[in-house]
């Protein structure tokens, strides 16, 4: 099986490097003190062809906890979901958002040009993302980037989340931001009022007290 193959190819690899496979989600997973850094590989099928894809995410336990109490019936939301997710086309490298994969054969040699990525470019931001007020910033200088719409939902959520709790000074900005954007789009009126309710919330929220 190809999903089975490619996961071994993977293994000894990201372990090297802290990483255990999470088998039920089909992603690697390594634990730090504010929640976990994921590496997930997807098999995508399309017309007839298939590819790789890889997402790189930090998962913060306290953004995840306090956001699901307001997302967690709204626009698909996910129980394992990822604080920020990347692909590897986005993080300022050569590799495209999917690897073709021509034939099985070739499998070992694709993968091993995107540990070359790993080793340049995916570690390196994955160490720098767990520190949550440097992933705050990574929302902060994405914010006029047109989500869409259940994205943005998601996006708007953690941003605000992020930001109250470990950077304040910029909570203001990114309120305003995705307030304006929510708006501005034809979203369920039951999204609309969860945001509005979150953001009272948060508007409340004392973090000297918390």
Known sequence: MLKTKVAKLHTEFFKDHGFT?????????????NGKQVISIQIIDCKNEKYLEYQLGVYINVVEELI???????????????TLAQTPDKLGSTYPKEIKISNIEELPSLIN???????????????????????EQEFLHQKEIA?????LVENAFRSTALSKIFNPI??????????????????????IASFL???????????EAA
């Open 21 to 33: 496979l999470n088998p039920s989600l089909n992603q690697f997973e390594k634990d730090f003190p």
């Open 68 to 82: 699901k109490q307001y997302t967690s019936t709204i626009c698909g939301y996910k129980a394992q979901s990822i």
């Open 113 to 135: 040009s995107i540990k070359i990525f790993f080793l340049e470019t995916g570690f390196k931001w994955l160490d720098k993302m767990i520190d949550p007020i440097k992933l």
């Open 147 to 151: 989500f869409e719409d259940c994205s």
């Open 170 to 191: 910029d909570y203001p900005i990114l309120r305003r931001t995705f307030l304006k954007k929510i708006n501005s789009l034809e979203l369920t009126p039951f999204s």
């Open 197 to 207: 309710q979150f953001l009272n919330y948060l508007d409340n929220l004392n973090m």
